[in-house]
């Protein structure tokens, strides 16, 4: 296996476990949690950047209902952990400026 492929491998594999990991809230508590999600934000970027090629090839080729579909599911994945991330790192900053309890 490729260099490149093993590292997309890691990545999926260790973006799994943290999924996993953020569901677990009662166990794992808050702090953990926030660690586990900047760490999936991180990972999540990370993932976007290795298949940036996905991205240039979005205009070639005929677009069917699955393809359509397929899209539209990825870019609500991609918007949705965009918002998490953030929405995560703004509840963060408000609680260390003792704005929220």
């Known amino acids: 296996m490729q260099t490149k492929m093993k590292i997309r491998t890691g990545i999926d594999l260790w973006m799994t476990v943290l999924l996993l990991l953020l569901m677990a809230y009662q166990i794992t508590g808050q702090e953990l949690h926030e660690w586990f ?5 991180l990972l999540f970027l990370f993932h976007n950047i290795l298949n940036r ?3 240039g090839n979005l205009f070639k080729g005929k677009y069917g209902l699955l393809r359509v579909i397929q899209t539209a599911v990825n870019f609500s994945v991609l918007i949705t952990m965009l918002c998490l991330g953030l929405s995560g790192i703004v509840m963060r900053a408000m609680y260390l400026w003792n704005i929220l309890p």
């Open 37 to 41: 999600g900047a760490g999936m934000l």
């Open 53 to 55: 090629k996905w991205y």
